[in-house]
């Protein structure tokens, strides 16, 4: 009997302890009676990093397919912006996807009709694909709507310029077509 009171006081202990981490138990991946999804574990929308930014980083890694299923889990994310748009038309266009490039960079171009990236862009996959004339069109809009501050676009066109006059003209520069895409609020060029 002695024996037995002598535990007492560690038993007591350890079930005051239980109780205390039941109480300050918040649930954790416990899941609400009858729901047929799993428990979700971490609040993603806390922990989750920008998708353009992690697409824009593996683009200039040259990690082109990685920065295209980055940038779809963006338009995921965020929806279907001029940015994702632009960003998923210039990784199909490094990824040499120049019919899907042409596409999405179109319908960026429809969505909205000011964002130079986009225009620019288009112009390289339309040069790409041997449109020079619409490619010297589409050229001139980026230039306009960047009021001629970008050499690369400027490059860009003269290099279409170039080509319509003379389709079999090779500069030297020639693979050197700029990409165009933006991050907060401002475009940063990229070269191959």
């Given at each position: 009997m002695s024996r037995r009171l002598s535990?007492?006081?560690?038993?007591a202990a350890v079930f005051a302890a239980s109780l205390a981490l039941a109480a300050?138990?918040?649930?954790?991946?416990?899941?609400?009676?009858?729901?047929?999804?799993a428990p979700s574990g971490l609040n993603?929308?806390?922990?989750?990093?920008?998708?353009l930014l992690v697409g824009h980083r593996l683009m200039?890694?040259?990690?082109?397919e990685l920065a295209l299923k980055s940038y779809y889990r963006a338009a995921g994310e965020q929806g279907v912006t001029v940015?994702?748009?632009?960003a998923i038309g210039s990784a199909n266009l490094k990824l040499g996807r120049l019919g899907q490039a042409e596409s999405v960079l179109r319908r960026a171009t429809d969505m909205d009709e000011t964002f130079v990236p986009a225009w620019n862009n288009l112009g390289v996959v339309l040069i790409e694909r041997g449109n020079y004339g619409e490619a010297e069109r589409v050229f001139r809009?980026?230039?306009?709507?960047?009021?001629?501050?970008?050499?690369?676009i400027r490059d860009n066109l003269r290099l279409a310029l170039a080509k319509i006059e003379n389709p079999a003209y090779i500069d030297e520069n020639e693979s050197?077509?700029?990409?165009?895409?933006r991050g907060t609020g401002d475009y940063?060029?990229?070269?191959r």
């Open positions: 535990r007492l006081p560690y038993v300050c138990n918040t649930g954790g991946l416990s899941q609400l009676k009858g729901s047929p999804y993603t929308s806390q922990t989750s990093i920008d998708g200039e890694a040259g990690e082109y940015d994702t748009l632009s809009i980026a230039f306009a709507l960047d009021s001629g501050q970008s050499a690369d050197d077509f700029a990409l165009v895409r940063l060029l990229l070269a």
